[in-house]
Structure formats: structure tokens, C-alpha cells
């Protein structure tokens, strides 16, 4: 009789381990409509001019993966970019990100060269319509840094993107003002 309860104990107990450690796993995947958010390829080129200059970004690599987190596999996909000629120490590289998290909650986002923080554009409300460089488009995410965070490395002050266009216009700290003519 006491051989049976020490059995089943233990029985009990190493069936509850079992069942603990046996998490199903769970793919959290981008939608169609979330990797538009992504529209460059990668060989594409992305420049910026005003009357004197011109810069231009380079579509890298572009990637899609999951990034593991027992037992959830997040599905991440982004368009890595970045300016040969660029001379000013600092980032370099940009980095346009969609994502997925263990909840199933979708993220985009980007890094840009000499912008001071990651922006969350899913985090954003996009102004309706805007006319840039004589061009009107429609849901337009601002992203502005604060003054606290300019320097000769973040110069940035304004970002402007569009879901369905890309980027579209870099203001700096100096006044200077870069449109996409690409």
C-alpha cells in the first residue's frame, strides 16, 4: 500500500514536469499587408537631394527571419541601408524593421544615419495628407528628435515616411532640408 502511494506521487509529480515543459510551439507571423511596410529591395538605391547635395543610401541586404524565444519563433523581416560616402563618424547604417513579439503584437520601425533614437512608426498617429517637394501623399509619420540629442554625429531634426512611398524628406539642424527624387 505504501509502494502505491510513493508510486503515484511520483507519477503525479513527473506527469505535471512533463506537461510543464511540453509548451507547444507558436510561429507569430507577418502578414501580407505588414511586410508592405518594407518597400525596398535590396541593390535598390534611395536618394536625397536639395538644390547643393545629394546623398545617397543603398539598399544592402534585405532579410527575413525568426528570432527564437521558447516557445515562440517571431517572425522579423528588414531592409538593411547604407551611405558609402557618408564621412561624419557616427551610424552609418539604417535598418526599416517589421516585427512580430511572443504576443502575436506587430512593430514597425526604423533606424536612420545620424537620427538620435529607433522610431516606432506603429507607435505614431500619421498626419492625414502632406504635400512634400510639390507631391501630396497621404499618412504621413513625422518623427522629430529633440534638441537634446543633436550633435555633429545626430544632426536628423526631422523624418518623414510613408508606408506606401518610403521615406521622403530629411530636415537637419541647420536648415537644411533633403527631398527623395527617387
Not at 525596398?40 to 545629394?54: H, Q, R
Not at 529607433?118 to 500619421?126: A, F, N, R
Request: aromatic share 18%; hydrophobic share 35%.
Amino acid at each position: 500500500m505504501k509502494f502505491n502511494k510513493i508510486f503515484l506521487v511520483i507519477a503525479f509529480f513527473g506527469a505535471m514536469c512533463v506537461n510543464s515543459s511540453c509548451k507547444k510551439t507558436v510561429y507569430n507571423q507577418i502578414t501580407e499587408d505588414e511586410i508592405k511596410w518594407i518597400i525596398y529591395l535590396e541593390g535598390e538605391k534611395i536618394i536625397f537631394a536639395d538644390s547643393a547635395n545629394a546623398d545617397t543610401f543603398h539598399v544592402i541586404r534585405r532579410e527575413r527571419g525568426y528570432e527564437k524565444d521558447k516557445p515562440y519563433y517571431n517572425e522579423h523581416a528588414s531592409a538593411v541601408f547604407y551611405n558609402y560616402s557618408d564621412t561624419v563618424p557616427g551610424n552609418k547604417y539604417g535598418n526599416l524593421r517589421v516585427q512580430k513579439d511572443d504576443n502575436n503584437n506587430f512593430k514597425a520601425s526604423y533606424i536612420f544615419p545620424h537620427f538620435p533614437f529607433e522610431v516606432v512608426l506603429t507607435d505614431m498617429i500619421p498626419v492625414p495628407q502632406m504635400i512634400i517637394n510639390g507631391l501630396p501623399y497621404t499618412n504621413v509619420y513625422v518623427a522629430e528628435a529633440d534638441s537634446l540629442y543633436y550633435s555633429t554625429a545626430n544632426y536628423l531634426r526631422k523624418i518623414y515616411y510613408s508606408k506606401e512611398a518610403g521615406f521622403l524628406q530629411l530636415d537637419d539642424i541647420y536648415g537644411g532640408v533633403r527631398y527623395k527624387i527617387n
